[in-house]
């Protein structure tokens, strides 16, 4: 009874979310194209995937089954969603590994699972999908991740820095990249258009520097990475 109620959900999930990272390999952008986690292995949504349509859709809303590798060590799951567009972010405690949700249409929006073991948190990977709209034929980059350098990292005395993010659209259009940098926060324009997903910036060291990346592709779409600030050490 258990494997019919999985293959039920499973099926759910299958017609309501489209992999656009299909490898034609049968991992469509799951556990083999994935960072190892520390816990539990995401399912649905695929990462970078444009969810066409959940459970009784709204023009503005639809219920998403998000689904999780059940882990033997986890006697509680928290599920994490962040919208991208709005910064907010929902969180879902259940014993189950798929979890339906009701969430906006059309938006972006990041997951990931966490669970506690031995008073440690294992977290899994960090997921972004698209959870369509009716009658959208184009949609917005995902907001740049920004590799390095991290949020208020300290860095060693130096003259200068590689800036180093990672850009991904379901669309596939990205065409270039806006950097932000400087001393002030909000920092101002530093280089337009750059096609890499690196910069080299000059510092000075004892100054802290703020910066974030602008994503923009070839309909004219743009999403911000958020501000992120790192430190140099004298």
């Not at 907001?143 to 590689?162: F, L, V």
């Not at 974030?212 to 070839?218: H, N, Y």
Request: with cysteine; aromatic share 14%; net charge negative.
């Amino acid at each position: 009874m258990k494997n019919l109620i999985y293959t039920f959900f499973t099926v759910i999930v299958l017609f309501g979310c489209s992999d656009t990272t299909n490898d034609g390999g049968g991992n469509n952008g799951n556990n083999g194209n994935q960072d190892p986690p520390t816990g539990v292995f995401l399912v649905f949504p695929h990462q970078d995937s444009l969810c066409n349509e959940g459970e009784d859709p709204t023009p503005t809303e639809s219920t998403v089954f998000f689904e999780w590798v059940p882990n033997d060590n986890a006697e509680i799951y928290t599920l994490h969603i962040e919208n991208l567009s709005t910064g907010s972010m929902s969180q879902y405690e259940t014993v189950d590994f798929i979890y339906p949700v009701t969430i906006q249409r059309p938006e972006s929006f990041r997951w990931y699972v966490t669970y506690e073991l031995n008073g440690e948190a294992k977290e899994s990977a960090l997921w972004n999908f698209y959870n369509a709209g009716p009658g959208v034929q184009t949609y917005a980059p995902f907001p740049a991740d920004i590799i390095s350098p991290s949020m208020a990292q300290n860095i060693s005395s130096t003259t200068s820095i590689t800036l180093h993010w990672s850009g991904s659209d379901v669309d596939d259009d990205i065409i270039s990249y806006d950097v932000y940098f400087g001393t002030e926060n909000p920092p101002g324009l530093s280089t337009s258009n750059i096609s890499g997903e690196q910069i080299t910036v000059a510092v000075v060291p004892g100054n802290i520097y703020y910066w974030f990346v602008v994503t923009k592709d070839a309909e004219g779409n743009s999403s911000e990475s958020g501000v992120y600030q790192f430190r140099v050490l004298e």
